[in-house]
């Protein structure tokens, strides 16, 4: 079974930026679709494929970025030009998968 953590949360200020990282420490990340969840409302952020393929929910289009490294067995979410609107916990998952602690991500100024 693929079991997932999360990190590289913190605090911002607005336009600033983040790198989120999604490992796996058990079970291959290559094979699996991997999703970005923020909560209170478990939000969907965005979404990558197991060929590339990403997708997006419109609040962050444009500003975040979803990318693998199969290599590292790691996905990753590049939050650039922060709002603080994208205050939230972060959680990364997959069907199946169960939920991680999440990373918190707070933009303040």
């Known amino acids: 079974q693929v079991n997932l953590v999360e990190s590289g949360g913190g605090v911002v200020q607005p336009g600033g930026s983040l790198r989120l990282s999604c490992a796996a420490i058990s079970g291959n990340i290559t094979t699996i679709s991997v999703t970005w969840y923020r909560r209170l409302q478990r939000d969907f952020v965005a979404h990558i494929f197991p060929?590339?393929?990403?997708s997006y929910d419109y609040s962050v289009k444009g500003r975040f970025t979803i990318t693998r490294d199969n290599a590292k067995n790691t996905v990753y979410l590049q939050m650039n030009n922060l709002k603080l609107e994208d205050t939230a916990v972060y959680y990364c998952t997959s069907d199946g998968v169960p939920w991680g602690q999440g990373t918190q991500v707070t933009v303040s100024s």
């Open positions: 060929t590339g393929d990403t």
